[in-house]
């Protein structure tokens, strides 16, 4: 069993900065793949970010490559997202997740998911 909790959303203009973080308990979070995804309103979820178990690996959605990083801290139990050069398109909710595989860029293969943090992009 995993819980989750993200923190750090909330409104900032276009080409801002935010940094999301996950705060993760459970014994099973440092074998864990976690992965960030967002939902904006009327659409569907979508895949933003992922990281392997040990973090050597990563892998973005195209929308946000170059502009978001997702790193973790095994010690601290910890998954951040930092998110630059904002755009009003990046508006969602967004969601941390645990994957019941070492690595995965699909939300099927997610198991535990937090509550979700808003993040707003003005224009």
């Known amino acids: 069993q995993v819980q989750l909790v993200e923190s750090g959303g909330g409104s900032v203009q276009a080409g801002g900065s935010l940094r999301l973080s996950c705060a993760a308990s459970?014994?099973?979070?440092?074998?864990?793949?976690m992965g960030w995804f967002r939902q904006a309103p009327g659409k569907e979820r979508e895949f933003v970010a992922a990281?392997?178990?040990?973090?050597?690996?990563?892998s973005y959605a195209d929308s946000v490559k170059g502009r978001f990083t997702i790193s973790r801290d095994n010690a601290k139990n910890t998954v951040h997202l930092q998110m630059n050069s904002l755009k009003p398109e990046d508006t969602a909710v967004y969601y941390c997740?645990?994957?019941?595989?070492?690595?995965?860029?699909?939300?099927?293969?997610?198991?535990?998911w937090g509550q979700g943090t808003q993040v707003t992009v003005s224009s």
């Open positions: 997740a645990a994957a019941r595989v070492r690595f995965a860029t699909t939300g099927h293969m997610y198991d535990y």
């Open positions: 990281i392997s178990w040990r973090g050597g690996t990563t």
């Open positions: 459970g014994r099973t979070f440092s074998s864990s793949g």
